[in-house]
Nanobody, 123 residues
Framework: QVQLVESGGGLVQAGGSLRLSCAAS????????MGWFRQTPGKERAFVAA????????SYADSVKGRFTIARDNAKHTVYLQMNSLTPEDTAVYYC????????????????WGQGTQVTVSS
């Protein structure tokens, strides 16, 4: 099992940047592919980005390509989401998730979740 704790959310103006972090503990971090998802009230949890166990493969939702970057540091058991050129449409609770071995783009494919961190982008 792995436990996940997100941090780095907050309030930012449109056009600004934030970096989210997700610290993992409890198991071999490098065995887990990691993903970021986001959710707004009344909507399903939506895929944002994912990264393979060693960081060699990444995938992004079309809505964030070119603006967001996912990265991981296996020595620090941490995955990051660098978010640039933020817009109000990026406002959501952001969750990190872990899945053994290979990443997926569907929330249902991930077994482990953090508690979420709120990102609010003002216009």
């Amino acid at each position: 099992q792995v436990q996940l704790v997100e941090s780095g959310g907050g309030l930012v103006q449109a056009g600004g940047s934030l970096r989210l972090s997700c610290a993992a503990s409890g198991s071999t971090f490098s065995s887990y592919a990691m993903g970021w998802f986001r959710q707004t009230p009344g909507k399903e949890r939506a895929f944002v980005a994912a990264i393979s166990t060693r960081g060699g493969y990444t995938s992004y939702a079309d809505s964030v390509k070119g603006r967001f970057t996912i990265a991981r540091d296996n020595a620090k058991h941490t995955v990051y989401l660098q978010m640039n050129s933020l817009t109000p449409e990026d406002t959501a609770v952001y969750y990190c998730a872990a899945r053994l071995f290979w990443f997926g783009v569907s929330a249902g494919e991930y077994a482990y979740w953090g508690q979420g961190t709120q990102v609010t982008v003002s216009s």
